[in-house]
């Protein structure tokens, strides 16, 4: 049954932006964008895409995201309405999740551009030994050691520059929905407890360790493992990443976990959320389902003290994996991103 609630697909393996892709994005940022602090960009990066106003929403927009080059192409081909809709999601901050072979260099290059914008940088770490279980995202670092030295590369790539981090999506849940094998799980806790340990001795750095989402049935049982997994060190905690639950429905299952582990704030990814979660027919209702809709727009703007953001840590129009005509995991998939687009208000 885990498989109908947890979300796979988290768009890793192959999120069809290369390093090399993501980091003349970063460097056109730093040579062409400047940022008046309070509106969007003075410039933006040829195709119209710029900063969000930093006082409701502090998160760097990638002017070269698979968003943002979509509206461009549509554009040049004077497809000017789904241009328009494609924009929905090109001008809002969404995650950089970053790749298993450069830590470093993407890390670094993520933040030096959201630094020269005078925004943060919003990261998804998402490479812990045995991911996914198998499924659409599996992989993950080779060993613990590997893991370490992945982490400490990122550690170094984002220095003392601000950045949000979301550590693992579904690491802590797949030890308690069993879907990680038992013998891999004290190791698991020691790399995640390491993890948010290495990334608060940053300066400026914000940890949110992931929690699963609405879906999962018994709240009570993720406590003890997240505390395992040091979530009383990091800020707080992330919930529906990569998942379909309304807000609603996550903030009630934030707010159980949070009364639960020391009153810890928490983020709850909005990206594709609009019209929660399929309950049609056909198997995998989480990936790539119909129907779906963009959901709130990312801001630290939320009117709840334990609700630190929302946030669109998925980034939406990249395929949660080969199902329903999508590409692989993480790929760009325009068919899809339009359809979200047109679905929301």
């Not at 890793?12 to 993501?22: C, H, I, K």
């Not at 497809?79 to 969404?94: G, T």
């Amino acid at each position: 049954m885990y498989r109908k609630i947890t979300g796979r697909g988290r768009g890793y393996a192959a999120r069809g932006v290369s390093v090399t892709v993501a980091l003349a994005g970063a460097a056109l940022l730093l040579s062409g964008c400047s940022s008046d602090g309070d509106g969007k960009d003075e410039e933006g990066s040829g195709n119209g895409v710029s900063q969000q106003p930093k006082g409701k929403d502090p998160f760097w927009v990638n002017p070269e995201g698979n968003a943002a080059k979509q509206v461009a192409a549509y554009d040049k081909d004077g497809k000017k309405d789904d241009a328009e809709q494609i924009r929905k999601i090109a001008e809002q901050p969404v995650g950089e999740w970053i790749g298993p072979e450069k830590p470093e260099e993407e890390a670094r290059g993520y933040t030096e551009a959201a630094e020269k914008a005078d925004r943060d940088a919003l990261l998804v770490l998402y490479n812990i030994p045995h991911r996914d279980c198998g499924q659409f995202s599996k992989g993950g670092a080779a060993d613990g050691n590997a893991y370490r030295a992945w982490i400490d590369g990122v550690a170094k790539g984002i220095g003392d520059r601000h950045a949000t981090v979301v550590l693992e999506p579904d690491a802590v849940l797949h030890m308690v929905d069993k879907c990680t094998p038992e013998q891999f799980h004290e190791e698991r806790y020691d790399l995640l407890k390491g993890a948010v340990t290495k990334l608060k001795s940053l300066k400026n750095t914000k940890v949110y360790l992931d929690a699963g989402n609405a879906g999962w049935s018994q709240p009570d049982s993720l406590h003890d493992p997240l505390k395992r997994s040091g979530v009383e060190l990091a800020d707080g905690f992330s919930v529906n990443v990569s998942n379909f639950q309304t807000t609603d429905a996550s903030k009630a299952y934030g707010k159980t976990l949070s009364s639960k582990v020391g009153g810890k704030p928490f983020i709850i990814d909005t990206s594709r959320n609009g019209n929660g979660p399929y309950t049609g027919k056909g198997k995998d209702p989480w990936c790539n389902p119909p129907g779906r809709a963009l959901g709130e727009a990312p801001t630290t703007k939320t009117g709840d003290d334990l609700i630190d953001a929302y946030v669109w840590v998925k980034r939406p129009g990249e395929s949660d994996g080969t199902c329903r005509g999508g590409p692989q995991a993480g790929q760009w998939y325009p068919e899809y991103a339009l359809a979200l687009a047109k679905a929301s208000k």
